[in-house]
DNA sequence: TTGCACAATGGCAACGTTAACATTTGGGCG
DNA sequence: CGCCCAAATGTTAACGTTGCCATTGTGCAA
């Protein structure tokens, strides 16, 4: 607030930093009153709390983090591990992560861990030696030590998957109620069956996003026709297009994202296939947005800033006292656009 | 590593933390030879690391981040200030961030700043209270204290901007020299001018965008036709395409971003002009990726992940050293694709 | 045998903060 | 006037780590 100019505050420069010490020497009191006073405490007299601030303010005085937490035990930080920084839907649950965080004066510190070996032990050792009270995972693929992990003693742990672990809460958007909102939707325009671009079996999202789909069209008494499956990108969907173009039984395909879906789309009309009046496309992550401005193209949105939400408070709503674990599920939001036809 | 079950350590889950006296108790040691065995040091003899080292794991014992730092009066982390965690590149950036910080031993320390006010010093008390030694801020608008704005003494402070800080070290991409290239690519082609689609005013890099395209025109010796305004989305670039479909000077077509672009091929098309025989279009950003499967979209390609890494060098690098102030602009790359029409 | 260099280890203090307890001060009341 | 209570402030110790210096042990040359 003061505008103080460089020249005012030579000292500061030089000293290390400013301690409580400092302050109440030059305000003539305790440690202990300046330590009452950035507490707020309403046992000093408001005029002496005056005069500490007063030097708080003349010193640059900011309380040290090291100091405070050494003392209290507590860092007030979550720990965010991940394995990929670069994914869908990864910056909003940065921005859940974030806003949790704030909401109970904690702060967010990410780490990039290697994936070589993909293990949760990594992401856990690599945390222990940060300043953390707990930590969340960030799961794309199946760790090699999913069944076996134990979180490190008291350290509150929330991994961000839809697998279900007997140690650590876990939380992640409902995959299996997306392709099962999906297909049922496509299935009541009246279509006889569904068709899936899957993607690469590694990603856990995906097989479970796969096998929805499945288990929906068994659950309606229909055989899954034969998948096509695609790398998540627009060209592998193009050739997805292409070569369900000529198929007759196909009329409604699932796309697992909005790129394969979308790139689909485009193969189909390179085949002389009309969207949706000869097939309709549905994909999933809303991750175009408004990208394709005369067509809005149906999808399922997913609430990933919810998700990161929800992972900070298990962890910084507990406040030191171990929660017990809990699993959550979110279910994402079907987007009806124009790429689906009713044939009733 | 050993897969010991909870019940192997109930004294673990009692206890507050281990600490380097109980692991010296056990193995027989002083605390200080646990220190230097947990710092590798030459001095201590094979054996007796050994010993120590078995301690350290029978107690599950972790070095105290509080207690380390305090010490040495270093956190080796990096705080980051983002008043918008969601925006264009900036995934890019903090995999960048995280890249260069774990390179350096270094953690992340993530915090959404409040943006009301926008003021680089909310950013920066917001960070004092933090365990890091050095903070960078992602700009997205005009900080109202930009020009009065002091780092706090001590603290290594990195804005990611193209605007250049008398005690700041700065880095982005360079939108000016990003305006520069397309610009003189179109002409290169043969374009007489080329068009400019726009975007909010309040956004940095959108103003230095068009500030580019404006004076490139101007040292080619061509007034810089009427502007269109659009507002990021596709839907404003569909709108620009119409109402620029029917200019006859019009034939070259520079979206201040993808989405636009994209939204601006798709409005000239239903106008009847075809993308790129009659009109070429360039957007920025490469965000769309490979969205459309059957057309490149012409575009600039930024190295967020190349600021990030900047920004963090510059400070974890440094090692406390207070290093000077420097200006970094990392160029884009034209991604010639196929909605540029060659007129020579 | 003594002295010396060097390797290995230990003791102590301090980093900044704050909880717990101790002390001082002022005022009300019998 | 003395007593006691409460408000205001001070003192001490401890959180876990590690730099500095002291001490012990070991082998070797004089």
Not at 59 to 67: D, E, I, Q, S, T
Not at 119 to 144: F, K, Q
Not at 205 to 214: A, I, P, T
Not at 242 to 257: G, V
């Amino acid at each position: 607030m003061a505008s103080l100019t460089r020249k005012d505050r030579p000292m500061a420069a030089v000293k290390k930093s400013v301690s409580v010490k400092d302050v109440a020497r030059l305000a003539g009191v305790s440690e202990q009153t300046v330590s009452r006073t950035v507490h707020d405490s309403p046992s000093v007299r408001p005029e002496t709390k005056e005069r500490v601030r007063a030097a708080m303010r003349e010193l640059g005085y900011r309380p040290n983090f090291a100091g405070r937490s050494l003392r209290r035990g507590k860092f007030k930080t979550v720990g965010v591990a991940m394995f990929n920084i670069t994914g869908t839907g990864n910056l909003d649950r940065m921005e859940g992560f974030a806003a949790a965080a704030d909401k109970h004066g904690y702060a967010i510190t990410l780490t990039k861990v290697d994936g070589h070996p993909y293990t949760l032990e990594s992401a856990s050792s690599r945390m222990s030696a940060l300043p953390v009270d707990g930590m969340v995972v960030i799961m794309n693929r199946m760790p090699a030590d999913f069944g076996t992990f134990e979180p490190l003693p008291g350290m509150q742990t929330v991994l961000v998957t839809m697998l279900e672990h007997p140690l650590c809460s876990t939380v992640d958007n409902d995959q299996f109620d997306c392709s099962r909102q999906v297909v049922e939707y496509l299935l009541r325009q009246g279509h006889k069956t569904v068709h899936f671009i899957s993607c690469p079996e590694r990603s856990l999202s995906g097989m479970q996003r796969e096998e929805g789909w499945r288990e929906t069209l068994h659950a309606h008494g229909i055989e899954p026709p034969r998948l096509v499956r695609g790398d998540w990108t627009a060209q592998s969907g193009y050739a997805a297009g292409q070569a369900l173009a000529d198929d007759p039984t196909c009329t409604a395909i699932y796309a697992s994202n909005d790129a394969m879906a979308y790139g689909c789309i485009r193969g189909l009309e390179s085949r002389g296939k009309h969207v949706p009046e000869d097939v309709s496309v549905v994909g999933v992550d809303d991750s175009l947005g408004d990208i394709v401005p005369d067509r809005r193209l149906a999808t399922v949105r997913f609430d990933n800033r919810r998700v990161g939400m929800w992972a900070v408070d298990k962890i910084a709503g507990a406040e030191g006292v171990v929660s017990g674990v809990e699993h959550m599920l979110i279910p994402g939001v079907l987007v009806k656009g124009d790429t689906v036809r009713d044939l009733r």
